[in-house]
């Protein structure tokens, strides 16, 4: 038996928006819900209702702090900030001895894509970039592979710089800490040094096989 039946508007939940930037330095705000409407900022300051309200993916030059808020046009709340920072697009990059296109997954700005080695027989194995010129680094990041059925995050690493991809020079190396519990960016920071290639070496891996993927990799220019 039915005594009663019900309709009920459940207020709608304010979800912060994830900000993301592809390879061609195109920005995309994502609302946690269809009904949400976006405001945001690109000039580091904070997004309010008064920012502008975003339409659709924009396009940025450079380094970029962008700041954006989910508002609910009804009642005009908002949610709390989403602050990115982006370093220079990467549209030029090429990832060397790779003919995998989906390799460059790993370019696209979205943490929910990932791109494996294929068969590696034993490591170490290197993942090589050409930028296309000549930057000033200070430091690079790392974004694992977000997936906990066949992980394949690296935990101990070497970071090398080249100016024409044949001589290298080490800069970085050691273990990105407790990262198998926190897979989340991991941030290496090293003395100034300008370079038009990188080459991350990847030594070992959480489950101590060969299975080595990447979600983004980044540097952080000076």
């Known amino acids: 038996m039915i005594s009663n039946v019900g309709v009920y508007n459940a ?4 979800t912060q928006p994830t900000i993301i930037r592809n390879q061609a330095g195109e920005v995309s705000i ?4 269809a009904e949400s409407e976006i405001y945001y900022t690109l000039d580091g300051s904070e997004a309010t ?14 380094k970029v702090k962008i700041s954006a808020i989910s508002v609910e046009a009804l009642s005009g709340k908002s949610s709390a900030a989403t602050v990115e920072e982006f370093g220079l697009p990467r549209k030029d990059w090429k990832i060397v001895g790779v003919e995998d296109e989906k390799a460059y997954r790993i370019l696209d700005g979205n943490l929910s894509t990932a791109w494996r080695h294929g068969d590696v027989e034993k490591l170490p194995v290197d993942l090589v970039i050409d930028f296309g010129e000549a930057l000033t680094l200070i430091g ?7 997936n906990s059925w066949q992980p394949s995050t690296i935990t101990h690493y070497e970071f090398y710089i080249s100016a024409d ?6 800069v970085s190396e050691g273990e990105f800490s407790n990262i198998k519990n926190n897979p989340l960016w991991q941030t290496k920071l090293f003395e100034l040094v300008p370079a038009r290639y990188i080459k991350l070496r990847a030594l070992k891996n959480t489950e101590n096989n060969n299975r080595i993927g990447y979600a983004e990799i980044d540097v952080i220019t000076d």
Not at 30 to 33: F, Q, R, S
Not at 49 to 62: D, H
Not at 165 to 170: A, Q, T, V
């Open 140 to 146: 690079f990041k790392y974004y694992p592979e977000q």
């Open 165 to 170: 991809g044949k001589n290298w020079k080490k």
């Open 49 to 62: 209702k008064e920012s502008t309200k975003y339409t659709g993916p924009v396009q940025t030059e450079g």
């Open 30 to 33: 994502i609302p946690a819900d």
């Open 11 to 14: 207020p709608q939940i304010l």
